[in-house]
């Protein structure tokens, strides 16, 4: 898609998705700078590219305003994300006042467009499914809590005049995917699977290159102005059939052996116990084992209509383009 060349702003550019959003911008002949606190597994290749990378915080509101200054369109992608032990605080001032510096600077720069990436989360489990934006607003967690406060900041320069659109993403999977989807893989290629719970739970997966085009139809679509979307792949799936996938892709026929899902969770509340004083993340906690029994599926209709949204990328397709990234990386065999 060639579009009119803009100076863009990406929060969290150099991260998983902002690095892939972020060669979409450049290869469209997008002028790119990105903020990001850390250099991500992608920062010499966005650096040869062309991308002007600072390290630094959104919660440094100078820094955010300088970085404006000049900007045409802002991805706001950078939020704390679920580390156990991550003091309260650091999440509210990353997720929501850090979301408040970026739309204030903005807003002073005359930012022509704002997309703030939020979460599915933010409706926590579904009861039920597929859920669409004007189901029940219910965050399983203080993360999720705060992603979702950062919209109502969102809001209050909508209400001033700001272009803004909220996405609000499923799953993110694809290659470079740091965490749960290479677990799912580490697990699977053992030709078994440990499913604690029956595994009917719904998980809806996103590509992150379909996540990716809905970024730049927000940016491009005038019917997005003022508006909040689900964004997810074509399909959702329960966990057994997502695990069976996998092995399709690995090549395997994944034994799935059924636990009770009880212990596990105890197990992961007593470790979360042990390493608090630690002040470091457990290896098991109460989030990543809720996985297993938080119900995940939505309804894209309204993306689909609206800014002409289809995702391209399957499952097959994305998972076994992941999968080849993972053995380029030596992360699975």
Same mark, same amino acid.
């Given at each position: 898609?060639?579009l009119e060349q803009?100076t863009?702003?990406?929060s969290g550019? +150099?991260?998983? +998705?902002?690095?892939?959003l972020?060669?979409?911008?450049?290869?469209s002949?997008h002028?790119v700078?990105?903020?990001?606190?850390?250099?991500?597994?992608?920062?010499?290749?966005l650096?040869?590219?062309?991308?002007e990378?600072?390290l630094?915080?959104? +919660?440094?509101?100078?820094l955010v305003q300088q970085?404006?200054?000049?900007?045409d369109?802002?991805?706001?992608l950078?939020a704390?994300f679920?580390?156990?032990?991550?003091?309260?605080?650091? @999440?509210?001032?990353?997720?929501?006042e850090?979301?408040?510096?970026?739309?204030?600077?903005?807003?002073?720069a005359?930012?022509?467009?704002?997309? @703030?990436c939020?979460t599915?989360g933010?409706?926590g489990?579904?009861?039920?499914?597929?859920a669409?934006?004007?189901?029940?607003?219910?965050?399983?967690?203080y993360?999720q809590?705060?992603?979702?406060e950062?919209?109502q900041?969102?809001?209050?320069?909508?209400?001033r005049?700001?272009?803004?659109?909220i996405?609000?993403?499923?799953?993110i999977y694809?290659p470079?995917d740091p965490?749960?989807?290479?677990?799912?893989?580490?697990?699977a290629?053992?030709?078994r699977?440990?499913m604690?719970?029956?595994?009917?739970?719904?998980?809806?997966?996103l590509?992150?290159?379909n996540?990716?085009d809905?970024?730049?139809?927000?940016?491009t679509k005038q019917?997005?102005k003022?508006?909040t979307y689900?964004?997810?792949?074509?399909n959702y @799936? +329960?966990l057994n059939?997502l695990?069976?996938?996998?092995?399709?892709?690995?090549?395997?026929?994944?034994?799935?052996?059924?636990l009770?899902?009880?212990p596990?969770?105890l197990a992961?509340y007593g470790c979360?116990?042990?390493?608090?004083p630690?002040k470091?993340?457990?290896p098991?906690?109460?989030r990543?084992?809720?996985?297993f029994?938080?119900a995940?599926?939505?309804?894209?209709?309204?993306?689909?209509q609206?800014?002409?949204?289809q995702?391209k990328v399957?499952?097959?397709?994305?998972?076994?383009?992941?999968?080849?990234?993972?053995r380029e990386?030596s992360?699975?065999?």
């Open positions: 898609m060639m803009r863009i702003l990406i550019g +150099t991260g998983f +998705t902002g690095s892939f972020a060669k979409r911008m450049l290869a002949g002028r700078r990105l903020l990001d606190n850390k250099e991500g597994a992608f920062l010499g290749e650096a040869a590219l062309g991308a990378i600072t630094g915080s959104v +919660t440094d509101q100078d970085l404006t200054d000049g900007t369109v802002v991805f706001h950078a704390a679920r580390q156990v032990n991550l003091p309260r605080p650091v @999440y509210w001032n990353v997720n929501v850090g979301t408040r510096n970026l739309l204030k600077a903005a807003e002073t005359g930012v022509s467009k704002f997309v @703030y939020s599915c933010v409706h489990n579904i009861k039920q499914p597929p669409n934006e004007a189901s029940p607003i219910e965050p399983a967690d993360y809590y705060t992603k979702y950062g919209e900041v969102a809001k209050e320069f909508m209400a005049g700001l272009d803004i659109t996405l609000r993403p499923a799953a694809g470079g965490e749960r989807w290479l677990m799912l893989f580490r697990y290629q053992n030709s699977f440990l604690f719970g029956n595994g009917e739970t719904t998980y809806h997966p590509y992150v290159e996540l990716v809905a970024f730049e139809l927000a940016m019917a997005a003022g508006q689900l964004i997810a792949d074509e @799936y +329960t059939n695990v069976k996938m996998i092995g399709v892709v690995l090549d395997l026929d994944v034994n799935i052996i059924h009770p899902f009880r596990l969770w992961a979360e116990l042990i390493y608090k630690l470091s993340d457990p098991l906690f109460r990543r084992v809720d996985w029994r938080q995940r599926a939505f309804d894209i209709s309204k993306a689909k609206e800014l002409g949204y995702p399957d499952l097959l397709t994305g998972l076994t383009e992941t999968a080849r990234w993972y990386q992360l699975i065999v």
